[in-house]
């Protein structure tokens, strides 16, 4: 419990020390989201997928994806 704790302060010390960072990339990912979803409409149905669940669920991965690779300036 005590290194989920550190853990817990880290991140904390992190978000405070780097807060426009970490609010331009929040700001970025739903910009892309709403992209994502108002450009796959305009182009067809079809180019995203079926569903929205479709679309959902690969922009997820695609923002799991980004935070792994774009994760090595906090350490």
């Not at 405070?16 to 989201?33: E, H, P, T, V």
């Not at 679309?55 to 935070?67: E, F, P």
């Amino acid at each position: 419990m005590t290194s989920f704790k550190a853990e817990l302060w880290r991140q904390f010390y992190l978000y405070k020390r780097y807060a426009f960072n970490y609010i331009s990339d929040f700001f970025l990912l739903i910009l892309m989201f709403m992209a994502i979803f108002w450009g796959g409409s305009l182009v067809g149905g079809g180019v995203l997928g079926k569903s929205l669940n479709a679309l959902v669920v690969g922009y997820v991965l695609w923002s799991l994806i980004q935070n792994t690779n774009g994760n090595h300036r906090n350490e």
